[in-house]
């Protein structure tokens, strides 16, 4: 079976001037299942490798394949479906819409999946109890703390059923101890089988990955273990 992600050789240099090379040319394998934590300090690239994995931005050099398909191959929209369907992104900072319920924030990430309207509900609903939320299904962000808004985001983030959960600080504005619900979250969504990268400064979401990856001017050390330094 071929890797969900692997890179051959893959960078990127944002054109300038001056050309800044943010991800130098890298072999990577992440297998499925596996759950695998990015840390780097602030500039040295860890954007640019999410940008690259989450199919936002194309690499100027380098072979990216996802779950066995060469994104290069591909034109915007079929990127953008592929997306859709193999990526579910978790950021910092929740992005959900605040006016709108629970299960009305995970719906909107089925829209495109061609499902009917009731069937989407359903999914959403059950997507909100693997993250033990089925009691807030009809809340609206505004009211939910930080811990629950990031368990929507996890839901959305599901419910299409991706090859790969992304998450992007998924940590970083929530104190410590909602901050440990979401991990130990992550781990259980782990334990069920998905794969998880996670991008982050905080060495607690760290150390709880199989294997930590560092990146250092753009340079991705896929052997490296994470030393306190390497966060900040
Ligand atoms: N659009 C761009 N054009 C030119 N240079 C860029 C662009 N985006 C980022 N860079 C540069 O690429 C390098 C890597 O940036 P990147 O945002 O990937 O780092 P990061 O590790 O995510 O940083 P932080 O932790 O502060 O968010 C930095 O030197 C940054 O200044």
Do not use: W
Not at 68 to 75: M, R
């Amino acid at each position: 079976m071929s890797p969900v992600i692997r890179f051959r050789g893959v960078g990127l240099t944002y054109p300038g001037p001056p050309a800044v090379p943010a991800l130098r040319p890298c072999d990577l394998d992440i297998e499925a299942g596996e759950h695998v934590a990015v840390v780097g300090p602030s500039g040295s690239g860890k954007s640019t490798f999410l940008n690259v994995v989450g199919l936002l931005d194309r690499p100027t050099q380098g072979t990216y394949e996802l779950d066995g398909i060469d994104t290069a191959s591909l034109g915007e929209a079929e990127r953008t479906a592929l997306r859709g369907r193999r990526i579910g992104f978790v950021f910092q900072a929740f992005h959900l819409l605040p006016y709108r319920t629970a299960t009305e924030n995970v719906m909107l990430a089925q829209l495109y999946n061609g499902a009917a309207r009731a069937s989407r509900r359903a999914t959403a609903a059950e997507a909100l109890s693997r993250v033990g939320l089925a009691h807030k299904r009809n809340a609206v962000p505004t009211t939910m703390s930080g811990g629950e808004r990031q368990r929507v985001a996890i839901a959305r983030a599901l419910v299409n059923r991706p090859s790969i959960l992304l998450c992007d600080e998924p940590t970083g504005n929530l104190d410590s101890g909602t901050a440990d619900s979401v991990l130990n979250l992550l781990d259980r969504l782990h334990e069920d089988g998905l794969t998880i990268v996670v991008i982050t400064h905080d060495l607690d979401a760290a150390v709880r990955a199989q294997r930590r990856i560092t990146i250092r001017d753009g340079h991705l050390d896929v052997t490296a273990e994470p030393v306190d330094g390497a966060l900040r």
